[in-house]
């Protein structure tokens, strides 16, 4: 493959199976572990993650949208079940009804055009029927429960009740521990409801990363695991109590993404002078520093101007000065020999060293799921190890 770009992103094979090993294991048995790839694959690139994950095991994927579906579609062919969990306008649940991909209903006119284009595809469009529970966001209200009750009955020729749902609003802090409690009894509730009204569901499922770790009993028959196969826990809470509990002190978990890239110029400056934009640098003494092609437009936070760390030569250094849209300049005046061309790490590991995407994510006041899906989808991935 051809590429001109100016970094690019290493992701290991090795890393996630190790992952989904571990995750297979601490998930009950005969619980589908659902890979949830939006994002881009929370920054890991969904066509090249997709198929990579299919030879680890997984043969079920949660996107947002349809867009998403359809790249996984494409990138892993039509033996896995794909799981749509907000998005698609009419003509998309059309192609989703005909390719079956299930997705999620939250509301009755897109109950009611399920089925409408279920007859005329002659074809059952395979529904999880999403419940308000405390979120907030999307999901049917309880008192809307009885008229979706008859319409799943009326229609069950066109209709696969493959699914009950809903989604926590923050298991990952024990700060909204009532609020989570308050919304598993909430479902439990619907759930008793549609059972009263003579349905049952083909799945029940609930858990993201953080409830299935923190609430075990909230795995049902179905777990959408999305940040933990990334080998990254939801927050630092969640790894501090699952270390805590199992009495262990190492993270279970493995990184599976690099960035890199390469030193683009290497320089001195003076005593007294401003590094970059106006003067948020001043070089106290004289130096020497490196410009690396990467910048805010590339997924380098202009939040870790004055801040970020990168690894050249095997040594953490320092970017000084301001992010700008293409470049940062780091502080090599301790690092011997950098020269034109050498490798940088901006996430990873160099030698003995690690910037991982925690403290990378720490220093920017972005939480680590927001970091890894703002790095560009046109950054080159490559597979390693
Ligand atoms: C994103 C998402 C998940 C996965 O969340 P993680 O915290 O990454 O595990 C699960 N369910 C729904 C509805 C989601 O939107």
């Known amino acids: 493959m051809t590429s001109f770009k100016t970094s690019h992103i290493e992701i290991s094979k090795n890393a996630l199976q190790h992952n989904l090993n571990f995750l297979r294991n601490f998930i009950h048995d005969n619980v589908i572990i ?55 306008d009419n003509h998309e649940l059309e192609w989703a009804i005909e390719n079956d991909i299930e997705f999620f209903v939250f509301e009755l006119s897109r109950l009611e055009k399920s089925i409408e284009l279920a007859k005329k595809l002659k074809k059952k ?86 409830a299935a770790l923190r609430y075990p009993k909230t795995q049902m028959d179905m777990a959408r695991l999305g940040i933990v196969q990334y080998g990254f826990f ?88 301001i992010v700008n849209m293409n470049m940062i300049t780091v502080d090599i005046s301790q690092v011997e020999d950098v020269k034109k061309g050498d490798e940088v790490v901006l996430i990873g590991k160099q030698g003995d060293l690690e910037i991982g995407v925690s403290s990378f994510s720490e220093i920017s006041n972005q939480v680590n799921y927001e970091m890894l899906t703002r790095l560009p989808s046109d950054i080159p991935r490559i597979v390693v190890d």
């Not at 110029?265 to 990467?294: C, R």
């Open 234 to 321: 939801p927050n630092k809470e969640v790894l501090i109590e699952y270390l805590t509990k199992k009495k262990v002190t190492e993270n279970p978990l493995k990184r599976l993404i690099t960035w890199k890239s390469k030193v683009m110029d290497v320089k001195p400056v003076k005593t007294g002078e401003f590094i970059g934009y106006g003067t948020s640098f001043l070089a106290n003494s004289d130096m020497k520093i490196a410009v690396i092609p990467v910048g805010y437009s590339n997924g380098f936070s202009r939040s870790l101007s004055n801040s970020g760390r990168v690894l050249i030569n095997g040594q953490r250094v320092s970017v000084i000065g």
């Open 34 to 88: 659902s890979s949830v790839v939006k994002g881009n694959a929370y920054g890991h690139g969904i066509d090249l993650f997709t198929p990579l994950a299919e030879e680890c095991g997984i043969d079920h994927f949660s996107v947002f949208s349809a867009d998403e579906a359809l790249h996984v579609y494409e990138s892993t062919g039509n033996q896995n079940t794909i799981m749509i969990m907000g998005y698609a």
């Open 125 to 210: 469009a395979k529904v999880h029927i999403e419940i308000e529970t405390g979120m907030n966001r999307t999901g049917f209200h309880f008192k809307k429960l009885p008229k979706v009750i008859e319409i799943l009955k009326k229609n069950s020729d066109y209709i696969s009740f493959s699914g009950l749902c809903t989604h926590y609003a923050g298991a990952e802090s024990i700060a909204n521990y009532y609020r989570i409690k308050k919304q598993r009894a909430n479902y439990q509730k619907a759930l008793k409801k549609m059972e009263e009204g003579g349905l049952s569901p083909a799945l029940k499922h609930t858990a993201c990363s953080a």
